[in-house]
């Protein structure tokens, strides 16, 4: 084990709220237990963790973290999570020439007006086996052509179409597997998996689309079976697995803000040919999981082969806005915890929020990236936060690369009972905070003035003390820039190497949490949207209310920019340049660019100088320059593209793929195309 002297650099604590410095200094130089058990073994934490597993994936034929030939066959591109294709066949010069080539509407589409829920499409085309695979909100699975999008095959679930864990039915694609020592004549030696909101696992021939026989049963692995405490909901698998060789790391997504006591946060090693499981990592101790739960991994995950290591984004525990029944040590609670790919141990971790009553879950995976600082070589992690902090440490160790430092922060009013507080949190030096959280931002004049001073008269109600003020019951509540919706969402953060910068979206939007006592919350309860409304926390003294700063016309009440797109040099932690990105939409009118839209959906990067993202309320999807940020093309899809895109060439032709489904978070504006763009021939 190693130790680690520097407070600014603790990755193996938690600060619990009164925690005198030397107590903390304690923690920092104790282990961390490891959260993992595997099937034959008790659930008994180790104490000590000797990294030999570490030593011997070093010690093995280098793995390269950027992939030698262009590959899109995961969410993010490939296992390091940095969006980034190698073709540079389009350009900054000749993007502006781009065209559509194809385009395919699936059907599997709602508005939420019928007998279904609204559709939530966020799935990454995966490029593999020179075949384009995606998966559908309806949980089918399509294999396309490349080139001209039509139907090779598809595959049917056959799920049941209902919200059983979230607002809407929501699908962010499928994962690719392929065998390294591959049997011919052999089904199944390529595989598509694809999950559904009942915690159904599916695990069909790439090359047919007939269900594997040999992998859990005839196919399908019923991942609910694991789920042995407070069953609230099922596991639902809405995002793939991350493939890692041949073990597939699942996480699951659950129902946010609803209960106190919930399924405590798994994580689950499959065997990608059997089905069977490896080994589990659980989040919280076997204490906190009796009375908390969730602190799950609902996003993709990220990983450095060569050293063995899988990272780990894992959200805050139950409930969300409340933590009077947790008020112990969660060290792993909203963290970025980096375990060992073969056993599931934590080898180093790093908490982001302490006690976390805010939802400030850790959205996205995080990228991973060598950069040059001060003349040493580092093997760095960037993680991207709902908080619009970028926190980079040495992937190895989980130390700074940058300071990170420990700030107080603001405490409660009183008003809410059975509450502590963290009295610091983690505060990056670099690269800035992406948006400004030290004061409550500016009443925008405009929304105030249209709607006869309603924004400054809720200005005027809310509590702010700067970043983290705790949630109160007092007049409207506390205001949140970011929360929720804010900062970096699960489309995580593009890099690209050779110039060592990394691109990022972030959404500026000010939102604002009440907390009720059980009976006055009763009285109050007047429904829910998506990620908005009231919601219960059953069991806990408090319900909660969370809603978005709008005027009666639906304007922000806060000033512009909405959202912008961020370049930051990787070796200095310097933003390079920073602009609005997208246009906001409203009533069928949109909005001068300069006030830029909130975004969901991230950018990929290429070797041609070129960003390329959807992510926008106006359902645009644009190019920029990765030298400039200036924009160098855009088209008009049916619904904002809130996933990644894909980047991918295909008998000597480069293209660029979008989902277009949209997100009821933006606007009420689903669909059901992709759309793929190519130069001329």
């Known amino acids: 084990m190693t130790t680690r002297l520097s407070l600014s650099s603790a990755p193996l604590m938690s600060f619990k709220p009164g925690l005198s410095a030397m107590t903390a200094l304690t923690l920092v130089l104790t282990p961390l237990p490891l959260m993992a058990q595997e099937d034959s073994v008790e659930n008994e934490p180790s104490t000590a963790q000797d990294n030999a597993s570490l030593e011997t994936a070093s010690s093995a034929s280098p793995i390269p973290l950027v992939p030698e030939e262009p590959i899109w066959d995961s969410f993010h591109g490939q296992l390091n999570a940095q969006k980034y294709s190698p073709l540079d066949q389009i350009t900054a010069d000749n993007v502006a020439d781009l065209e559509k080539v194809w385009e395919l509407h699936t059907g599997d589409v709602a508005d939420g007006s019928g007998d279904l829920p609204a559709t939530v499409w966020s799935a990454t085309p995966v490029f ?240 991973l990236m060598d950069i040059t600082v001060d003349g040493e070589e580092i093997p760095a992690l960037l993680q991207a936060t709902k908080m619009g902090f970028l926190f980079v440490v040495n992937r190895e160790t989980g130390e700074d690369v940058w300071p990170i430092e420990e700030r107080p922060v603001p405490s409660g009013d009183g008003s809410v009972e059975g509450e502590v507080y963290a009295p610091t949190q983690p505060f990056p030096t670099k690269p800035v905070p992406l948006l400004d959280q030290s004061e409550k931002p500016n009443v925008w004049a405009l929304a105030d003035a249209v709607s006869f001073g309603e924004c400054s008269a809720l200005w005027d109600e809310l509590r702010y003390e700067g970043m983290y003020t705790p949630p109160t019951t007092q007049g409207e509540g506390t205001l949140g820039y970011p929360i929720s919706a804010g900062g970096v969402q699960w489309g995580g953060v593009a890099f690209e190497p050779d110039s060592q910068t990394a691109i990022v979206n972030t959404s500026h939007i000010v939102q604002y949490i009440k907390l009720y006592e059980r009976e006055a919350y009763e009285k109050a309860d007047s429904g829910s949207g998506n990620e908005s409304g009231f919601a219960p926390q059953e069991g806990a003294p408090y319900g909660m209310r969370l809603e978005v700063a709008l005027n009666r016309w639906g304007m922000p009440c806060w000033e512009p920019p909405f959202g912008e797109l961020v370049a930051i040099d990787m070796t200095t932690g310097d933003i390079k340049w920073r602009r609005p990105m997208g246009v906001s939409q409203q009533y069928g009118f949109f909005m001068p660019e300069r006030w830029g839209s909130p975004t969901i959906g991230g950018p990929a990067v290429t070797a041609g100088n070129v960003i390329f993202i959807g992510a926008s309320m106006d359902a645009k999807v644009r190019a920029y320059s990765l030298e400039t940020g200036e924009e160098l093309w855009s088209d008009q899809t049916e619904a904002p593209s809130v996933s990644n895109p894909a980047v991918y060439e295909y008998e000597g032709r480069q293209y660029v793929a979008f989902v277009s489904g949209g997100n009821t978070i933006l606007k009420n504006q689903v669909g059901d195309q992709i759309a793929v763009y190519a130069l001329p021939e």
């Open 128 to 367: 593999a086996n020179d075949t384009l695979y995606i998966g559908t909100p309806f949980y089918r699975i399509l294999a396309l052509d490349p080139a001209s999008g039509e139907e090779k095959w598809s595959f049917d679930t056959q799920s049941s179409l209902e919200a059983l864990t979230q607002p809407a039915l929501k699908n962010r694609g499928v994962a690719y597997w392929e065998a390294t020592d591959s049997e011919a004549g052999e089904p199944c030696q390529k595989i598509i998996y694809m999950g559904t909101m009942d915690a159904q696992l599916f695990a069909v021939d790439a090359d047919t689309g007939e269900q594997c026989a040999d992998f859990a049963e005839n196919g399908v692995l019923d991942v609910n079976q694991w789920n042995d405490t407070h069953d609230k909901w099922p596991l639902s698998l809405l995002q793939p697995p991350t493939v890692v060789g041949d073990h597939l790391i699942l996480g699951w997504a659950g129902n946010d803000w609803a209960y106190e006591q919930a399924p405590p946060g798994t994580v689950f090693s499959i065997n990608a040919r059997t089905g069977e499981r490896e080994w589990t990592f659980q989040a919280l101790s076997d204490e906190v999981r009796e009375q908390s739960g969730t602190a799950n991994v609902w996003t993709h995950m990220s990983a450095d082969e060569e050293l063995g290591l899988v990272y780990l984004p894992v959200s805050s525990p139950s409930p969300n806005y409340w933590g009077g029944n947790r008020t112990e040590e969660v060290p792993l609670g909203t963290s970025t915890t980096a375990v060992d790919i073969e056993t599931g141990e934590v080898v180093w971790s790093r908490q982001w929020v302490h006690h976390d009553i805010w939802d400030y879950d850790t959205v996205a995976a995080p990228t």
